[in-house]
């Protein structure tokens, strides 16, 4: 929430307090006023006071005590007006209350409160773009408890982006820089924080601002320029992510396979090396009718089968003994080189 929204939440929140304090001690003033008087003065029993004091200001109409002196009429009549005016503003203010929606939103950022409370080792996202959203998307398939943050969108446009919420997201409107923010997120007991900014310079903020709160928070960041890579580290970043150069190196490696007709899933540089995954159809290849075994790709090629597709459905890790057919499709992992060689011997 921004400073401004939060110091409006804290004035509500103040404020109803305040009236409902004052509505409360009205009526206790007056009932203590109308039972004292009747006790003392009009020679009723504290009991009877009591109750006589309740039914003159709620206007029942029961009988008035025959012993009631002439004073003691005049006094409950201002007792039934006392009564009445502090009861209906009471109501009034109570019916605006739900009628201006304070009510709800101040119950609302209480149950906020005392949700994100109870979380521990659950992870921050701040900013739900683009990045942000695939981010989320990702930690609540593996079952990741959230908290995102973000102050450029409202929790019903969040809920608009989310596929699936069974719970694990909380959604708190509000600018990450500020401390109080992050605390509301629960930044003391999370065990990490990714901020996928577009702009370098808040998530250089953002950073400083949760490193400080809690130092040993694990931060991912979004960077936009590289050239600001050791700020990033100063600030306390513990993995920085260069979202655009990854995105252009892997378009280009697309484009690269394309040429050569295979169909890469994806492309892992460590180190000096190269590894890929794909996929290759068994149908018109050597690959038909063959077991597993019998390929020798560890000893081979250094590559490996890591899963098959038969039918639309998927299977991990298959055994040794898997024959393949001519319409399975199966999935390799492996080191370029490996794999070149394979579709060599096996695919031409």
Known sequence: MTDGHNDNLRFIEQNIIARLKKSIIGILIVFALGTFYYWLFEDLSFVDALFFTGITISTVGYSMPKSLSTFGKFFTLILIFAGLSIVLYSVSYITAL????????????????????????HVIVVGVGNIGIQVIHQLIRIKEPVVAVDNAITEEKFSEKIFSNNGEVTFIEGDATMEDVLLKAGVKNARALVTTLPDDAMNVFVTLTAKNLNPSIYVVSNISNLNNLTKFIYAGVDH????????????????????????????????????????LDVKGTKLFNKRIEELKLKENYNIYIVGLIKNDEFILGPSKNDILYEDCRVVIFGEDKGIEVFRKDYLQ
């Open 98 to 121: 739900f009628v201006e929606g304070d009510l709800i939103r101040m119950l609302r950022h209480k149950r906020l409160e005392r949700k994100v409370s109870r979380l521990r080792e």
């Open 240 to 279: 920085p992510v260069a979202t655009a150069e990854i995105a252009g190196v892997k378009m280009v490696e697309a484009l690269a396979f394309k040429k050569k007709n295979e169909d890469v899933i994806d492309v892992l540089n460590i180190k000096d090396k190269t590894f890929r995954v794909e996929t």
